[in-house]
C-alpha cells in the first residue's frame, strides 16, 4: 500500500481515541507507523498528525469491528486494548488492518504476525485479571473493604463483574495504584472513576485481627519438608506480593484481642467441649 | 485458648489433607447472601511448600479417639489440641471471605466422642454457614466414617464437594497402621454419596429447584509411602474407584513422617515426592488419556521408572505401534504420543479438517515436537534431519535434571573427552614439545 501516506498519529491515550485514529487512518488514507498516547509522544522526523476523539467516529469504527471481525474478533481488540505494553495500539492497528481485509477468520490465524502478538496479549490480560480474582485482598475501614491493587495490565473491567456479583450486598473500592482508576461499589451499583491515590486511616483491631490470622494460617498450612519455593513463585510471582496481606509486616497477634464491649462478639470463649 | 492458637493448631493438623480444589460448581452470588463459585475454582495463595491455598483447609478439633499409627492427631501422640466452635468457625470464614483471602471451607475433623457428634457439629456449621451467614461459596467437607447416613444426607445437601479418605491403599495396611477403622467403615460412605449424587441428579431433572447434592462430586486421598504397596495396586485402586464409585478426583499424599513407628518409615526419611508426582501422571492418564491401569504397569513391573513419565514408558515400550501419521492417526492415539496433550491433540484434530499438516504447522499451532518428534510423521516423513536410535529417543524422553540427581554417573559416556579431562602433565607437555612422542 505504498500510495498511503506514512504518518505518527497522536491520540488521547483512550479506546475511542484509537478507534478514531483507525477512522483517520482509513478517510484520508494514511499509514500509521505509530500511535502514541501522550505520555509517549515525542517530536519525529515523520509528519505528525495529533488525532481529536470523536464520539462518533468511534461508534462507528466499533460497530465496523463486530461486522467485519465477527464477536470473536471485536473482543480481540477491546480486551488487547487494556494490555499494558507501549506498542499495543500499533499491533491492535495491523490487527484490524488484516481483519478487515479477511474477516472473522483472521482470530484463529495463530502465528500470523500481525495476529500472534494480539492473541498474546489478550491471553495476558486474561491471565492476569484471572490471578487478580484470587489475589486481590480487601481491608475492613469502618463499614466499606478497600482493595489496592498493581496490576501491568488494566484489568480493572474484567474483574469488576466477578467481584460485585460475589459481594452483592457489600461496599467496596478496588484501586488500580498503576493505571490510578478505581471501582467504587455499593449495592447494586457500580462505577470506575479515575483516582491517583488513597489516603487511609489506620487499620480497626478486628481488621489487624484478621490480618494476623491470616498470616498465621498462611505460616500452618505450609509443610516444612516439602518447601519449594521456585513452585511457589511460578504460580504466584513476586510482583503480586507487595499487596497481599500475608506478606505484608506481621501483625502481633498477642496484644489482639476482640474488644469486650461488643456483646455480638462472633468469638465465644468456649474451648473444649 | 485464643482464637489465634486454636486457627493455627487445627490448621496445622489438617495441612496433611491434600485436596484444596474449589473446582466443578459453578454458581453466581445473588442479592441478599454473599459468595459465588467459579467452575475452574480460584487459587487465592500458594504456600511456601508451592501447593495452592484455595479454601480455608481446618479442622473442627483435632481430638481424636482413633490411634492411627500415621496420622499426627492419633490419640497417642502429645500434640496441642484444640476444638472450633461452630459459631467460631462460621465468623472465621466469612471474615476471610469478605477479605477475599479464601474462596471458601474445607472442613474435616478428628472424632471427638463419637463420629455422630462430630458429624453433629460439622452440619451446625455448614448450616450457620448457609442459612444464617447465606454463604454461597464453596464448601468440601469430610464424610465422617460410622457416622449416620442421615447425618452424612444432611451434609451433602449443603457441600459443594464430599470427600472420605482411604488413606491406606489396602486391607492388610489398614489393620496395622489404623486399628480401628475398618475398609467397609471407609466405603460405606463413598457409595452412599455415590448415590444420592445419582439420586439428587435425577431429581434435578424432574423439579427444577430441587436440592443438589454435593454439586462438584466427591473425592479421596490416598497416602503413598506408609506402607507397602506398590504402584500398580495403587493405581488399580484408584481406576476401580474412579469407575465404581465415580469419583472426581483421587488424591495422592506423599507420606511426611510425623510420629516415629516401628511400622512406618522413619522420622528423618523424606517423602517420596517423585513418586507421588509419577502416581499423578499416571492418574491424568486414566482420566484424561484413556489409558488403563493394566497397560501402564503390570505384575512383572509394579513400580514406576523414576526416570521416565508413565506416557513415555508405555511408547517405549510399544515402539511396534509408532510412528503415527499426524494426518490420519485417530484422536485416541494422537493422545498416546509422548509430548502431545489434550490440548495440542485437539488443536491438531481441528486444523488437519482444513489442510494436511507438516511439521512446521505444528510447530506454529505451539505443539511442542522435543519429544513428540521421535513417535510421529507428516505427510509420511519424519522430521528432517533426525535419526531415530533407541539410546536418542530414550535420552529425548528423560530430563536432564532428573539424570543428574538420580544417576550423576549417567550422562559421563556421552563426554567423548572424558579421557582427556585431566589436565597434561608437565612431562607430557615436555615430550610435545621435544617431540619425543
Redesign the interface.
Known amino acids: 500500500m505504498s500510495h498511503r501516506r506514512a504518518v505518527i498519529y497522536h491520540y488521547d491515550g483512550s479506546f475511542e481515541g484509537f478507534l478514531c485514529c483507525i477512522y483517520e487512518s482509513y478517510t484520508r488514507r494514511e499509514l500509521p507507523l505509530d500511535l502514541l498516547p501522550p505520555e509517549l509522544a515525542q517530536p519525529s522526523l515523520y509528519p505528525v498528525r495529533q488525532v481529536d476523539t470523536d464520539t462518533a467516529h468511534a461508534a462507528r469504527v466499533f460497530d465496523s469491528l463486530a461486522k467485519k471481525l465477527g464477536p470473536q474478533g471485536e473482543d480481540f481488540v477491546a480486551t488487547g486494548f487494556l494490555c499494558g505494553r507501549e506498542d499495543k495500539a500499533l499491533l491492535l492497528y495491523r490487527f484490524v488492518e488484516l481483519g478487515y481485509e479477511i474477516g472473522p477468520r483472521v482470530t484463529s490465524m ?2 500470523h504476525p500481525a495476529v500472534e502478538p494480539v492473541w498474546q496479549m489478550n491471553r495476558a490480560v486474561r491471565s492476569e485479571a ?1 490471578l487478580m ?8 475501614y469502618g463499614q466499606a ?1 478497600v ?1 489496592i491493587m498493581e496490576p501491568k495490565h488494566f484489568i480493572l473491567p474484567l474483574i469488576a463483574p ?2 460485585c ?6 461496599q467496596f473500592l478496588i484501586l488500580d495504584r498503576s493505571h490510578c482508576a478505581a471501582l467504587i461499589y455499593r ?2 451499583e457500580s462505577r470506575l472513576i479515575p483516582m491517583d491515590n488513597l489516603e487511609l486511616p489506620g487499620a480497626s483491631q478486628q481488621e489487624r ?2 490480618r ?3 498470616q ?17 513463585m ?3 510471582p513476586k510482583r503480586f506480593w507487595p499487596c ?3 506478606f505484608q509486616e506481621k501483625e502481633d ?1 498477642g496484644k ?2 476482640l474488644p469486650e464491649e461488643d456483646s455480638t462478639s ?3 470463649k ?4 | 485458648m485464643d482464637l489465634y492458637d486454636k486457627l493455627t493448631i487445627l490448621a496445622d493438623a489438617a495441612k496433611y489433607d491434600v485436596a484444596c480444589t474449589s473446582s466443578g460448581s459453578d454458581r453466581a452470588g445473588t442479592a441478599g447472601s454473599i459468595g459465588s463459585t467459579a467452575p475452574a475454582g480460584i487459587c487465592h495463595s500458594f504456600s511456601a511448600d508451592g501447593r495452592c491455598i484455595s479454601l480455608l483447609k481446618v479442622l473442627m478439633t483435632n481430638v481424636c479417639v482413633y490411634d492411627c499409627k500415621y496420622c499426627v492427631n492419633r490419640r497417642s501422640n502429645d500434640t496441642r489440641r484444640a476444638a472450633f466452635t461452630p459459631r467460631e468457625l462460621a465468623e472465621l470464614t466469612i471474615g476471610f471471605y469478605r477479605r477475599n483471602y479464601i474462596e471458601g471451607l474445607f472442613l474435616s475433623s478428628g472424632i471427638m466422642k463419637n463420629p455422630d457428634y462430630t458429624c453433629e457439629q460439622m452440619l451446625r456449621t455448614l448450616e450457620l454457614l448457609r442459612n444464617e451467614y447465606r454463604f454461597r461459596g464453596y464448601i468440601h467437607v469430610k464424610a465422617i466414617p460410622g457416622a449416620d447416613d442421615r447425618l452424612i444426607e444432611r451434609l451433602g445437601l449443603l457441600a459443594d464437594r464430599m470427600s472420605v479418605n482411604i488413606e491406606l491403599p489396602s486391607r492388610q495396611s489398614l489393620t496395622a497402621l489404623a486399628p480401628d477403622k475398618s475398609k467397609t467403615d471407609i466405603l460405606r460412605p463413598m457409595g452412599q454419596i455415590c448415590q444420592e449424587i445419582h439420586r439428587s441428579r435425577e431429581e434435578l431433572v424432574r423439579y427444577r429447584h430441587a436440592p443438589t447434592f454435593a454439586p462438584a462430586g466427591q473425592s479421596t486421598q490416598m497416602i503413598v509411602g506408609a506402607s507397602g504397596e506398590s504402584d500398580f495396586q495403587i493405581l488399580n485402586l484408584t481406576q476401580g474407584l474412579y469407575r465404581k464409585y465415580e469419583l472426581k478426583r483421587v488424591f495422592f499424599s506423599a507420606y511426611t513422617p510425623v510420629v516415629s513407628d516401628k511400622l512406618l518409615p522413619a522420622l528423618n526419611t523424606k517423602p517420596p515426592l517423585l513418586r507421588e508426582h509419577r502416581l499423578y501422571q499416571a492418574d491424568w492418564l486414566l482420566r484424561f488419556y484413556g489409558f488403563e491401569a493394566g497397560e501402564l504397569l503390570d505384575e512383572a513391573h509394579p513400580n514406576f521408572d523414576p526416570l521416565l513419565d508413565p506416557k513415555a514408558n508405555w511408547a517405549l515400550h510399544h515402539q511396534d505401534q509408532f510412528p503415527v501419521e499426524i494426518n490420519k492417526a485417530p484422536y485416541e492415539m494422537l493422545l498416546r504420543v509422548p509430548g502431545i496433550g489434550v490440548r495440542s491433540a485437539r488443536a491438531i484434530r481441528s486444523a488437519r479438517r482444513v489442510s494436511t499438516l507438516d511439521f512446521g504447522d505444528l510447530r506454529r499451532m505451539g505443539v511442542v515436537l522435543k519429544r513428540a518428534q521421535y513417535f510421529i510423521t507428516c505427510r509420511g516423513r519424519l522430521a528432517e534431519g533426525l535419526r531415530i536410535t533407541p539410546e536418542g529417543t530414550f535420552r529425548a524422553m528423560v530430563s536432564g535434571r532428573l539424570i543428574r540427581e538420580l544417576e550423576p554417573d549417567y550422562g559421563q559416556q556421552l563426554s567423548l573427552f572424558s579421557s582427556m579431562d585431566a589436565a597434561p602433565t608437565r612431562e607430557e607437555v615436555l615430550q610435545c614439545l621435544t617431540g619425543e612422542l
Open positions: 495463530r502465528g484471572h480474582t484470587g489475589f486481590l485482598r480487601f481491608s475492613q473493604l482493595a466477578h467481584f456479583g460475589r459481594f452483592p450486598e457489600e449495592p447494586y485481627l484478621f494476623s490470622l491470616w498465621g494460617y498462611y505460616q500452618a498450612i505450609s509443610i516444612q519438608s516439602r518447601e519449594n519455593p521456585r513452585c511457589r511460578t504460580h504466584m497481599m496481606t500475608e497477634a489482639l484481642q462472633p468469638f465465644s468456649e474451648v473444649l467441649p
